[in-house]
């Protein structure tokens, strides 16, 4: 079964650091590119950054660059998302979402994960 | 990056249909036919719908259906379903691999 499982979210001091992780399995993780996407209380989902199949190259939101970390294993079939100086905006649900294929390519998010909770607050 | 632009809420009676609109700009939805919908039930993983605009992921039923038309793209639910009831998130491609998502839509079933 293709899954995609997110942990590391809980309750963070505003300026902390947090580390998300996502475990997938069920598909060979190397040949996809990655994404995580955010949901806010009470808004819509935002998507925050985007990383290439081998790790490269990584894309994210205008608003969060330089605070927010993408990277990958692929020995471990695990993707990670370092926040640094966190903000009270930045509570939200944390997906991880999987992207485009290697030999095939496309412009959308087909696996989701169920997400992580990570709340900014003193 | 603005995002693009849903109605809060929808609603209808089992068995009718409704329509989710999703409008966007000249660098999102007017720019790619890449707009993806996705059923979001709290608590669990958002579910794909439609992608590329009016493609089906195989195991959603034809129930679901998408279009567009200039910087506007849609979703209708026809036969309405109980189950139907949700959030609706629309999303586009924005170039250099940045994606935008909509404000969401929350259906309600009568």
């Known amino acids: 079964e293709v899954q995609l499982v997110e942990s590391g979210g809980g309750l963070v001091q505003p300026g902390g650091s947090l580390k998300l992780s996502c475990a997938a399995s069920g598909f060979t993780f190397s040949n996809y590119e990655m994404n995580w996407v955010r949901q806010a209380p009470g808004k819509g989902l935002e998507w925050i950054s985007h990383i290439s199949a081998t790790g490269l190259t990584v894309f994210y939101v205008d608003s969060l660059r330089g605070r927010f970390t993408l990277s990958r294993d692929n020995d471990r079939n695990t993707l990670s998302l370092q926040l640094n100086n966190v903000r009270v905006e930045d509570t939200a649900v944390y997906y991880c979402?999987?992207?485009?294929?290697?030999?095939?390519?496309?412009?959308?998010?087909?696996?989701w994960g169920k997400g992580t909770t990570v709340t900014v607050s003193s | 990056q603005s995002a693009l632009t849903q109605p809060r809420s929808v609603s209808g009676s089992p068995g009718q249909s409704v329509t989710i609109s999703c409008t966007g700009t000249?660098?999102?939805?007017?720019?790619?036919?890449?707009v993806s919908w996705f059923q979001h039930h709290p608590g669990k993983a958002p579910r794909l719908l439609i992608y590329?605009?009016?493609k089906r992921p195989s195991g959603v039923p034809d129930r679901f259906s998408g279009s567009k038309s200039a910087y506007t793209a849609s979703l209708t639910i026809s036969g309405l379903q109980d189950d139907d009831e949700a959030d609706y998130h629309c999303?586009?491609?924005?170039?250099?691999?940045?994606?935008?998502f909509g404000g969401g839509t929350k259906l309600t079933v009568l």
């Open positions: 979402a999987r992207g485009s294929a290697t030999f095939f390519y496309s412009y959308y998010m087909d696996v």
């Open positions: 590329d605009v009016s």
């Open positions: 000249g660098s999102d939805v007017y720019a790619y036919n890449y």
């Open positions: 999303c586009s491609y924005a170039g250099s691999d940045t994606w935008v």
